[in-house]
């Protein structure tokens, strides 16, 4: 498994994230995105309207390298954050059965790495909070 079980949890819980790709000419263009963790294929799956036509499919179809950050402040005070990278190859998928006003195209993040802060460390103190820094093994 690519997750812990927190990390699973914390995913659950959201539907919004940051994902980046990489244009053509090497910029990188970071966009907001609804996402759901698949548990049968261990995947991010990225969906959205006309989605086959925005520039981050075509970013995908073309080199397949993405990133995406799905994070919160659940507490001000004391100050508490916590983030999500995944780190990955996707896939820019067509022909899947659309979902109400979606086009049946879905972005499949498969996780390379993923830097978890603050999710399986709930009770440590704020400043005493350390990253969850690991490569996934392909299964």
């Not at 991010?44 to 036509?53: P, S």
């Not at 659940?74 to 990278?85: G, H, I, K, M, T």
């Not at 999710?119 to 093994?137: F, G, K, W, Y």
Request: glycine share 8%; with cysteine.
């Amino acid at each position: 498994m690519s997750f812990t079980e927190a990390e699973l949890a914390f995913l659950s819980e959201h539907d919004l994230g940051r994902m980046a790709t990489l244009q053509p000419g090497g910029a990188l263009q970071v966009s907001p995105v609804g996402f759901h963790y698949d548990t049968e294929r261990g995947t991010i799956e990225v969906r959205g309207f006309n989605l086959a036509k925005s520039r981050k499919f075509k970013n995908i179809a073309e080199n397949g390298r993405v990133a995406i950050v799905v994070d919160d402040r659940p507490s001000l005070d004391p100050p508490r954050v916590r983030c999500l990278e995944i780190r990955g190859r996707a896939e820019a998928v067509t022909g899947i059965d659309p979902e109400g006003h979606l086009d049946g195209s879905v972005i499949r993040i498969h996780p390379e790495r993923i830097i978890s802060f603050g999710i399986d460390q709930s009770d440590t103190e704020p400043h005493q909070l350390t990253a969850n820094n690991r490569n996934v093994v392909p299964s």
